[in-house]
């Protein structure tokens, strides 16, 4: 049986113009592939080439929902500071 509480991460993907695009996955890797390929999100598809600059993991699908959704609200300056 497998666990319901699969880690999920919340990342950050820099793209060709700058900005930056918030998600969440259970894979970041494969989610970036995805991106790359121009499958994951209007949003990406239009801005390729994009790369992974941050990615957080969180405890469960729920918990990196939530925190997708609080990084997003977040300024753009405020999310380029997560980045170090």
Do not use: I
């Not at 699969?6 to 259970?26: H, I, K, P």
């Not at 999100?41 to 959704?69: G, H, K, Q």
Request: with cysteine.
């Amino acid at each position: 049986m497998a666990s319901s509480a699969q880690s999920a991460f919340v990342y950050l993907l820099r793209c060709a113009d700058g900005t930056l695009y918030c998600g969440w996955s259970t894979d970041p890797e494969r989610r970036l592939r995805e991106h790359q390929r121009g499958t994951a999100s209007r949003y990406t598809r239009s801005r390729l080439p994009v790369e992974l600059v941050w990615t957080r993991e969180c405890a469960d699908r729920s918990e990196a929902m939530r925190e997708e959704v609080r990084v997003k609200r977040l300024p753009a300056r405020a999310k380029r500071a997560l980045l170090g």
